[in-house]
């Protein structure tokens, strides 16, 4: 199982054949590949398990940033425990040019900016649901762990195989670099698919007018059929 920093490397040395010692593949050059590697498996996906939230108390005013939140990412915002409707940019410009008084429970996002309705009638703490930048794999410590390492190690292992096609191109062994690329490709996209495929059994509030539509067993019949019985 590879979940710490140790671990990745590890792996690395023992599948490239080489020590760390070998003047072609110093520690300060399997490091920072292995840093590299972990940022491009962790950007590959719109992971779950990078998703956070961020608190503060909402002061009215309109224009929110978050450090570390990557850009666009925020799908849910919540005033006081309200939840706020999410506009594209332009109509949230647009309503605030036009309707300066309006006090619509909405709010947009632009790159890493959020953007609240100042006139809006809510008070209290303002949270918002986004996509956050995990923190670089910290080669000081080989106890360091990736987002995957509890539960997904899958990702891990996407990271090793990376890791060797930047090895194979420093090597000129190009076809063995395109090798290395697609299986470390494959392996995220496999464990994309089964994040995603254990999420099926998500369901949609009945309130929200859900995927099922509801049955009326005596008529046998849709609710929100167009034609209803006894219409005319």
Known sequence: MIKTFNDLKTDVITKLGIQTTDAYYTDTI???????????ATSFKKWPFTEGRVSSTFTGIEEWNFEGYKSD??????????????????????LREEESDNDDRVYSDFGRTVFINPQIDLSGTLTCYGQYTPVDIDPTDLTSETVFSNGDEEGNEAIVEKVLEFAK??????????AHKVR???ILDLLYKKVTDEQ???KTHSARGGMWKRIDVVAGELEDEMFKRNQF
């Open 200 to 202: 099926f059994n998500y």
């Open 73 to 94: 990412s925020f799908r849910i915002v919540q005033i006081g425990g309200k939840r706020l409707e999410k506009l594209n940019f332009e109509d949230y410009q647009i």
């Open 184 to 186: 470390a490709s494959e």
């Open 30 to 40: 399997l490091n920072n590949w292995i840093k590299q590697g972990t940022r491009w």
């Open 169 to 178: 191109t420093r090597e000129k062994k190009l076809l063995e670099a395109q």
